[in-house]
């Protein structure tokens, strides 16, 4: 099959899995979703999946037995791991026209043949899915990475934090590392990780952050249309 366009979705765990346990009325809606955008728009999906609030689950039972620090990488595989079950769910959904295995391993080379979607996991310690929704794009020529959280934009400052935070709908790499940081900690609560905005800052990616429970709203993003988001490039 020939398509018009490969598009690379990160897909937050918090919309898989938040804290009431797996959306099963957001997973239906994202999978008409998908088989449509196949269908009338020959659309292929690199789909990253994250850990939502299983990572955090796991991450605080842990915690709560050692009863002492925990070591960073001990969560960031917790986290990893997570990733990598909630794949194996969006690939037992899309099964019949997904590519077989599921992507965890970045620095191998797969064969993605010609299924018009690929469900991606977390891969190793020291990063989020984010950087390896950047990869992706590196690795498979897509101009866009379609961050679906679960907040609408972002903000200069967390709006959970300061009444006075202002939403932000187009800024540059340069501005928006200033926001973030350069460290990467397990478990960091951010638009879009340190390590991948240096990855996506170095290769000139456009990352588009939304709300991804917002269907309708992601579909306008793909096909350029007036959104409601954060453009970062």
């Known amino acids: 099959m020939s398509y018009q366009e490969t598009i690379v979705l990160s897909l937050g765990g918090s919309l898989i899995v938040p804290k009431e346990g797996i959306d099963t009325q957001f997973l239906t809606n994202f999978n008409h979703f ?36 925990m070591q960073d990488e001990d969560k960031d595989w917790l986290g990893i791991h997570s990733t990598r079950l909630n794949a194996h769910l969006i690939r037992t959904i899309f099964r019949e ?18 299924e018009p979607v690929i469900v991606c996991s977390g891969w190793k310690p020291g990063h989020s899915t984010d ?3 950047t990869f992706v794009a590196k690795k498979y ?3 866009t990475v379609i961050n679906m959280s679960n907040i609408d934009r972002v903000y200069d400052k967390d709006p959970r934090v300061h009444s006075d935070a202002k939403p932000i709908n187009e800024i540059s790499w340069k501005n928006f590392e200033k926001l973030v940081g350069d460290k990467w900690i397990p478990g960091l609560n951010m638009p879009f990780d340190p390590i991948a905005t ?13 709300n991804g429970k917002n269907i309708i709203n992601l579909g306008y993003a793909i096909a350029n249309k007036k959104f409601t988001g954060t453009v970062i490039s």
């Open 141 to 143: 020529v897509a101009k």
């Open 34 to 69: 998908i088989r449509q955008q196949i269908a009338e728009h020959k659309r292929r999906f690199f789909i990253i999946c994250g850990g939502g609030y299983t990572t955090r689950h796991y991450q605080k039972a842990a915690q709560e037995v050692i009863g002492h620090h």
């Open 131 to 133: 950087y390896c929704a």
């Open 97 to 114: 026209i997904a590519y077989p295995r599921i992507i965890k391993h970045y620095d191998q080379n797969y064969d993605v043949g010609d």
């Open 198 to 210: 240096k990855l996506a800052k170095e290769i000139n990616l456009k990352v588009i952050i939304l």
